[in-house]
């Protein structure tokens, strides 16, 4: 049974340019959850979804920032007009119940370095 | 007031050291609380779930105490590959927000032979 994946592993984009993460979850998980890892920082929670549905977006930024879980494929973490501070890694992971009771299993991360 | 708050450490230890990691966290609704390790520039895994009675996997021992709010990590008998940062972990708690785990920024641990 395959792990959560993440792609790109490491991504590069210049000021004002979009960033797309892709994750797919692992088989039999309908919950998708992304963070963000600055440089020295902890985890910090950004979006919450489940198929076709965000169920809480409060920890993402409101503006050049989406997630979209479809019905097939995988989720979409989109960064618009990357800026500097944008640089950092990003982690999925996923969990076959709801909530947070239960592990969630994370991928390897995409690390995001905007020049 | 940051949700969970961690001691980052370093802690400097030599092979079969005992080491304690505290935690403690602001959210008084949280109801799962986890140990996670992350090895450098890796991501996050499940070192084990901590319940209030609290709870023993090998050399490994999680305390709980929901009154003070206080999360803490045992580790016995120190291996080289312990060598890693630890994540003190709770959830949301309720409702909307019982899906979102809150991390703290990670006690760093190296293990010396």
């Known amino acids: 049974n395959a792990g959560v994946m993440q792609n790109p592993r490491h991504l590069v984009r210049r000021r004002g340019q979009e960033a797309r993460l892709r994750c797919s979850p692992m088989k039999g998980h309908s919950h998708v959850y992304w963070y963000r890892q600055l440089p020295e920082e902890g985890l910090k929670f950004m979006v919450y979804l489940q198929k076709e549905n965000i169920i809480d977006e409060s920890g993402m930024p409101k503006e050049r920032f989406s997630a979209e879980f479809p019905k097939e494929g995988p989720s979409i973490l989109r960064i618009q007009q990357v800026v500097r501070g944008d640089s950092a890694a990003y982690f999925c992971?996923?969990?076959?119940?709801?909530?947070?009771?239960?592990?969630?299993?994370f991928g390897p991360g995409t690390r995001l370095t905007v020049l | 007031r940051k949700e969970v708050e961690q001691d980052p450490g370093p802690f400097n230890v030599p092979e079969g050291a005992t080491v304690a990691f505290n935690c403690t966290y602001s959210n008084s609704a949280s109801q799962s609380f986890f140990w996670y390790r992350q090895d450098c520039r890796k991501e996050p895994k499940l070192l084990m779930s901590v319940y209030s009675s609290g709870n023993e996997d090998g050399r490994f021992t999680a305390q709980l105490n929901r009154a003070s709010q206080y999360i803490s990590l045992l580790i016995r008998d120190s291996k080289l590959s312990d060598s890693a940062t630890y994540l003190c972990v709770v959830n949301g708690g309720r409702g909307s927000t019982l899906g979102r785990l809150y991390f703290g920024r990670g006690t760093q641990l190296t293990v010396w032979p």
């Open positions: 992971a996923s969990s076959p119940l709801a909530g947070g009771f239960n592990e969630q299993f």
